[in-house]
């Protein structure tokens, strides 16, 4: 996992979980930019300049984690 500045919107290619609350800002976004050299970029909404990356199969495990219920 690495830690790097990045600002955008969901327009620059940042998608907005469907589980994230509409009202005070309480949202994960990822990035769905082309070309991340195997990594997914994540951020808080309410702190955009801040992007964690994580190598996509750990992204991968996290999401099928969540899916089997495990969080």
């Known amino acids: 996992m690495t ?3 990045a600002a955008g919107s969901p327009s620059d290619g940042w ?3 469907s589980y994230s609350a509409n009202n005070a800002g309480d949202c994960v ?3 769905l930019a082309a070309g ?3 990594n997914v ?5 309410k702190n ?3 992007v964690t990356r ?3 199969a750990a992204w991968d495990e996290f999401i ?3 899916k089997a219920g495990h969080f």
């Open 41 to 45: 970029p994540v951020r808080d909404s």
């Open 64 to 66: 099928q984690a969540v």
């Open 54 to 56: 994580f190598p996509c």
């Open 15 to 17: 998608r907005k979980s």
């Open 36 to 38: 991340l050299s195997g």
């Open 48 to 50: 955009p300049a801040s």
């Open 29 to 31: 976004e990822i990035s």
């Open 3 to 5: 830690h790097s500045a």
